[in-house]
């Protein structure tokens, strides 16, 4: 009777094939996906490395090894993506929620008390993870998740489930003009539209051209085809002194701060704001009142 190969053999022979493959971090793919198929975590999985594996084990660990080295992205595989200490489900068709798109989300709760009962929208929703968030942490609020995919609704709506907010989230398919009215106006509108130009996304990890939907990624040739539309959603919206918070490219900041202050736009207190990495990586305006 053969030995059975141990975690520890499994893990090295993938990690290799992933790295022949180009697979981004194949080192943590590897833990990620052999844990998956394992149904064990990641900590689990590296503290049994001279495990072997029984004939069933491995046949569940070959699909997904061959999907990551297809590049399907991580977080498909595991159907799932850890975005401001919460875990959101996600999937082909919608935008795999990225770290730094967190700073919408920490700038949001520091412009109101936690206790606010304020109306807040999200414009292009795709997972939820904005809208979602947004209503775990300020519990009297009230979210509005718009999105044109009823593929990506249908994520939104069951991480809204899965975080005990869907009571207080209302689910919308329309484009950025589509924006229901909230009585009074919103206090908030946040959004995290496609911003990638023609001539970045040709340079993209085929991790990401390939498999994330390409119409979340990139609205035209310049990249800032879609911020027209949502600065004027988001002023027709918006209460008086109400708040726009939108996520750039980090090349974009000047670009997209003279979109707010355009005489159309009319937007004041208009600041540019920084990732961690001291990036630009948002615009945050007040609607005029």
């Not at 990641?42 to 999907?67: F, K, N, Q, T």
């Not at 003009?177 to 959004?191: F, I, W």
């Not at 002194?241 to 000047?254: D, H, M, R, T």
Request: net charge negative.
């Amino acid at each position: 009777m053969s030995r059975q190969p141990t975690i520890r053999e499994i893990l090295q022979k993938t990690e290799a094939y992933f790295s022949e493959k180009a697979v981004d971090s194949p080192r943590l793919s590897a833990q990620l996906v052999l844990a998956k198929g394992l149904g064990i975590d990641r900590m689990a999985l590296i503290l049994d490395l001279d495990r072997p594996l029984s004939h069933p084990e491995l046949d569940a660990l070959r699909p997904l090894v061959a999907r990551r080295g297809r590049g399907e992205p991580t977080a498909y595989i595991l159907g799932e993506r850890e975005f401001y200490s919460l875990t959101f489900q996600v999937g082909p068709g919608v935008l795999v929620p990225r770290p730094e798109t967190e700073l919408i989300v920490e700038t949001a709760l520091g412009l109101f008390p936690k206790d606010a009962p304020l109306h807040a929208a999200d414009l292009g929703c795709g997972s939820g993870c904005l809208a979602v968030c947004l209503a775990f942490h300020l519990p009297l609020a009230r979210v509005t998740a718009l999105d044109s995919s009823p593929e990506a609704l249908a994520v939104a709506r069951a991480n809204a489930l899965r975080h005990g907010v869907e009571d207080r989230t209302e689910f919308v398919e329309a484009d950025f003009s589509g924006l229901p009215e909230a009585p009074g106006g919103y206090q908030l509108v946040v959004s995290n539209p496609p911003y990638v130009s023609r001539e970045e996304y040709a340079e993209l990890s085929p991790e990401v051209a390939r498999f994330e939907p390409r119409q979340a990624l990139t609205p035209g040739p310049t990249g800032l085809e879609a911020y027209p539309a949502v600065l004027a959603a988001a002023r027709d919206r918006l209460a008086a002194g109400g708040a726009l918070l939108a996520e750039i490219g980090w090349k974009q900041g000047q670009a997209v701060k003279d979109l707010f202050e355009a005489p159309e736009h009319g937007f004041t207190q208009v600041r540019v704001l920084k990732d961690l990495a001291g990036l630009d990586r948002a615009v945050l305006g007040r609607k005029p009142g």
